[in-house]
């Protein structure tokens, strides 16, 4: 698929393959192979597709330079609009994003600048996953709040019915058989949840066809790890909304609700660059209130990774403000009749304004209590509750650490507490554009140097940071020498730190007693250490496979050999899943015809999730654990 085609709005496409009769839909896939490879650009900016001499396929995009539209792709054979051609064009070009929010409207209720907002800072559309364990049969959280949940309207419950039954669909079907036609399925449920009012559910559709499209293709930025939780997280959205009864938070809003956040003082943590797999790029700026409240100002439009890289001193579009977002990170605001909605974003609404303030290190001003925390402490906070569990996805966290060195593919320091474990740091994107992964190799080459972090846990890896700032620590002379005008702090998405930027080699610390020349002491690890290796590799064989593919491998495979290590290890409810999805896979019930008597997937589909669930639980218990693991007697720096 070429990135250079105009994207498709999925309901477009939904509606091309579905106009499409039986025979024309098994050739759809061959028909879209390469398919891109021949588009022609026209210079009144449409897209041309030639399929034989007598069928020539035009995409005209919208003044967004989005296929809005079923008319803006015609074709000139006589099957037309319900042809083969059209819909393999179609098929080819990237899928369109839904259709962005409304402005924020004219708030009407007041919302506490206090640690309400803070801790409603942070919240995405992933809240709520962490709701998954109740379909596998756990009970409620007796100190949840009792209040009544909504009920959903007959078409939301009839919207999360046929989402639930297309992802199960194409659960069932998995990468090998996940071709056009069933990312078609999905899309058209996806378009009729957005319609009912579930632009959640929608995403999370969205984000399941895409990441089939990614690896049918093979594309190299493709994990199959991500395709399953992806998967994970839309069965559950469309099984506990087609209940009859969600969460507020399932359901998802499709427009940014701002509200009434009177008059604020803010002061800039860090800005990170924004670059999203569907072409958005763009600036976030963290921002903290005297109180410890956590707001940001983001700027994200279409453009990719120029855009990314552009913004980072793009005008902050606030109130009147004259400071750019780089400005903004290392000063202040004080905002007059501001607008904040859910996740603690300031909109700019009409009658906001906003004069800057000076900026505060982080040493002395309201970003101090974030490093007086020790990490094991604020990961445990976010993982106290669902709710925190999902805020932690875009939580940030600070700690002092010490470098360590380089190990693999990241960097080990050690948190400069005693006790503490050894934490890895990777890069916060890592895009070879964005200087991430390079300011992280440039400060590995410095063992010993004392360094405090600002950064994002990574709550899929054991006692892993992914750092968007870094900064010098107060009193240590092995630390950073950063320039007075960054004031105190260096994004490390923008800022490239140089030679000049750290202390002479000569003013390095002697190594530890003990520490050899010979390859350094790996941190623990739990998760790889861990027989849930095996549950994880079978819902990943379901992903890539099928249906079909789990109940070979199940039947390849003694019980006890495969499920025998989780039951020695205490991990008996994981092997049940396991052996409960395994067997399911493999009921294939038929009557006296030979034909299936039940040919449903949704019991297939209940089983992969329910062990899905448990396994997210069970290894998000074990990375909250690796944060407080003890260092290894052996992990030191290597000698110089």
Request: glycine residues 12%; hydrophobic residues 45%; proline residues 9%.
């Amino acid at each position: 698929m070429s990135t250079e085609l105009p994207p498709v709005a999925p309901e477009v496409l939904a509606e091309a393959v579905e106009n499409l009769t039986a025979r024309l839909r098994k050739k759809l896939d061959d028909a879209t192979a390469g398919c891109a490879d021949g588009a022609v650009h026209e210079a009144d900016g449409s897209v041309t597709f030639r399929f034989g001499e007598d069928a020539l396929v035009t995409l005209r995009p919208g003044p967004a330079g989005t296929v809005t539209e079923a008319g803006q792709a015609t074709c000139t054979c006589l099957l037309a609009p319900r042809c083969l051609h059209r819909a393999a064009a179609l098929g080819a070009a990237p899928l369109a994003d839904a259709a962005p929010p409304e402005p924020a409207p004219e708030p009407t209720a007041a919302v506490p600048t206090g640690a309400g907002a803070g801790a409603a800072a942070g919240a995405t559309a992933e809240a709520g996953v962490g709701a998954a364990p109740a379909v596998s049969g756990d009970p409620a959280d007796p100190s949840g709040p009792a209040e009544p949940v909504p009920a959903l309207n007959p078409a939301q419950l009839g919207a999360a019915a046929a989402l639930w039954h297309a992802a199960a669909e194409a659960l069932a079907a998995g990468v090998t058989a996940g071709g056009a036609v069933v990312q078609a399925e999905l899309l058209r449920a996806a378009h009729t949840a957005r319609l009912a009012g579930l632009p959640r559910a929608e995403a999370a559709a969205l984000r399941v066809v895409r990441g089939l499209r990614s690896a049918r293709e093979r594309r190299t930025a493709h994990r199959l790890g991500d395709l399953t939780g992806s998967f994970r997280e839309l069965l559950h959205t469309a099984g506990v909304l087609a209940s009859g009864a969600a969460d507020p938070a399932l359901t998802g809003t499709s427009r940014r609700a701002y509200t009434a956040g009177g008059s604020l003082q803010v002061h800039g943590l860090c800005r990170e660059p924004v670059l999203s797999a569907t072409g958005y790029g763009g600036v976030v700026t963290h921002l903290l209130a005297p109180d410890g409240s956590r707001y940001s100002i983001s700027d994200v439009r279409p453009g990719g990774l120029a855009r990314a890289r552009g913004a980072g001193r793009a005008s902050v579009a606030l109130g009147g403000a004259t400071l750019d977002h780089a400005g903004l990170a290392r000063g202040g605001l004080r905002v007059v009749g501001a607008t904040v909605s859910a996740e603690g974003r300031l909109g700019a609404g009409r009658g906001v304004k906003a004069t800057p303030l000076p900026g505060a290190a982080w040493a002395d001003g309201p970003a101090a209590p974030l490093f007086a925390r020790p990490a094991a402490e604020a990961v445990a906070a976010l993982l106290a509750g669902t709710a925190d569990a999902a805020a932690a996805e875009t939580a940030l966290i600070g700690c002092d650490v010490v470098v360590v060195g380089a190990a693999g593919d990241h960097l080990l320091v050690h948190e400069a507490r005693p006790d503490a474990p050894l934490l890895r740091l990777l890069p916060a994107h890592p895009h070879p554009e964005l200087p991430h992964t390079e300011n992280l190799r440039r400060i590995a080459s410095y063992p010993g140097l004392h360094l405090r972090v600002l950064g994002r846990p990574d709550l899929d890896r054991a006692a892993t940071l992914r750092p968007v700032a870094v900064g010098p620590v107060a009193g240590e002379p092995y630390t950073l020498r950063l320039p007075e005008e960054w004031l105190g702090r260096a994004d490390l998405g923008y800022d490239r730190l140089q030679g000049s930027h750290f202390p002479p080699p000569d003013a390095a610390p002697e190594p530890a007693a003990g520490a050899g020349p010979g390859p350094m002491a790996e941190a623990p690890d739990p998760l790889a250490d861990s027989p849930l290796w095996r549950v994880r590799r079978l819902l990943e064989t379901g992903v890539a496979g099928g249906r079909r593919a789990v109940a070979e491998a199940a039947r390849g495979t003694a019980p006890q050999t495969a499920y025998g290590p989780l039951r020695r290890a205490g991990l008996t409810a994981a092997a049940d899943l396991a052996a409960a999805l395994a067997a399911e896979a493999d009921r294939r019930p038929r009557d006296a015809f030979g034909r299936l008597a039940d040919p449903s997937p949704d019991g297939y589909a209940w089983a992969w999730l329910a062990a899905a669930t448990h396994l997210a639980a069970a290894e998000r218990s074990l990375v909250a654990a690796s944060w407080t693991a003890a260092t290894p007697s052996g992990a030191t720096p290597a000698a110089r």
